[in-house]
């Protein structure tokens, strides 16, 4: 069958691939350790199921407003106040079945041929494939390790041409798990303002922080009008498979981008848009426990990759990603991680599937058990030294 030409454009996100490689390995009998994934290992708060519970019993089971129901919206725009985020109002709030479509909207609202997309690179895969899909074209900003794999803003100023549209951020970032410094976010507002760039803020990863404030573009004076904030539920509150995001946007891109949901989804499931309010509104325990959780987590992968010969591993601020170098390791990305899942049986990522500049570079995600990382770490040194040094 003969496919329409953009979805030669379209790409994929190969975490899902990989993924199902592993699974297939599973099921002749190997056993794989998961470190692949991209999302928390936690079960969601019980106050939250129990919301969604008695949403469904109390009749919620029908299509509701596209944007998102009133009630949800004014608590997210509550949300970012009182975490001193950005004031905001219920009416600029839509909510989609995750965030994924908060980005893909925002794109086809925003951008088409003769556009340039300014995106990081590594980065999650899908702000090129959206970008390319919409007929723009994607340009990589890339994010070196000797800037602490942060977006540098002289070398995004550099790659700004009068064609430029849209800047994407993401911080926490993936697959690094850098974060942006007040300075940073500053410099790239700046940039913004003088070549007058719309900005895609992705703050999925805003509660996975590991110490020092949130530092975002849209706490900069001028930047509200033209900035997208994109966040949800599925990392902060172990919510993944519930399907909910959000997006905040400038007055201009409500309508169209309301428009966009009912062309598509018509709007959020009725009954997860209450466990969301329950979410936001009820104890931040379980988040706590959890990020304190990923920390622990954080100090075992960080010193055993450090371990491995030709691995370096720097310190990430925030998410659940560690993105050790291992050029000295002497093989391309996509090879080591075959092998480490065919000879070690741990699943990770390629560099790669973040961009070309993630060659030299592995994503390993530690949304695992600390027993669990242990025996990957012990596995991945025994592949490193028999198999490619020997
Ligand atoms: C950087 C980034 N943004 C957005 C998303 C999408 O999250 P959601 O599950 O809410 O669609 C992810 C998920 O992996 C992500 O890593």
Not at 104 to 132: H, K, N, R, W
Not at 308 to 333: I, K
Request: with cysteine; aromatic share 8%.
């Amino acid at each position: 069958m003969k496919l329409a030409d953009r979805m030669g454009r379209l790409g994929t996100e190969s975490a899902f691939e990989v993924l199902a490689r592993a699974r297939a390995l599973e099921h002749t009998g190997a056993r794989v350790i998961h470190l692949e994934i991209g999302e928390p290992d936690f079960a969601t708060p019980p106050h939250v199921v129990a919301a969604a519970d008695d949403a469904l019993a109390a009749g919620h089971t029908h299509y509701v407003p596209a944007p998102g129901i009133l009630e949800l919206r004014t608590a997210v725009a509550a949300f970012l106040e009182r975490t001193g985020r950005l004031r905001t109002s219920p009416d600029r709030v839509v909510v989609t079945p995750g965030a994924k479509p908060i980005m893909f909207f925002t794109i086809l609202a925003l951008c088409q041929e003769g556009d340039e997309v300014l995106y990081p690179d590594p980065g999650f895969p899908m702000y090129e494939s959206i970008a390319a899909f919409a007929g723009a074209t994607p340009v990589p900003v890339p994010l070196r390790e000797e800037h602490g794999f942060r977006m540098d803003p002289a070398e995004l100023a550099s790659l700004v041409t009068e064609r430029t549209r849209l800047v994407i951020l993401n911080s926490p970032h993936n697959p690094c798990g850098s974060v942006l410094t007040r300075q940073d976010v500053e410099a790239i507002a700046q940039v913004a303002i003088e070549h007058d760039l719309v900005v895609l803020s992705d703050e999925v990863y805003w509660a996975i922080r590991y110490g020092g404030e949130h530092a975002s573009v849209l706490s900069v004076d001028g930047m509200a009008e033209r900035t997208v904030l994109l966040d949800g539920w599925s990392k902060s509150y172990a919510m993944t498979g519930w399907r909910l995001g959000f997006g905040v946007f400038p007055q201009a891109l409500v309508e169209p981008v309301t428009r966009l949901v009912i062309n598509s989804v018509s709007c959020t499931s009725a009954f997860s848009q209450y466990a969301a309010i329950a979410a936001l509104e009820g104890p931040s325990e379980p988040v706590e426990r959890m990020v304190a959780e990923f920390r622990r987590r954080r100090e075992v992968i960080v010193a055993g990759l450090n371990q491995v010969p030709g691995f370096t591993c720097q310190q990430p601020g925030g998410a659940f990603y560690v993105f050790p170098r291992v050029r000295e390791v002497g093989l391309p990305a996509e090879e080591l991680a075959e092998r480490l899942l065919v000879r070690g049986g741990v699943a990770c990522l390629p560099g790669t599937a973040f961009g070309a500049h993630g060659e030299g570079y592995l994503r390993f995600s530690y949304a695992n058990s600390v027993e669990h990382i242990r025996e990957a770490l012990a596995a991945v040194e025994a592949v490193v030294r028999d198999e490619v040094h020997a």
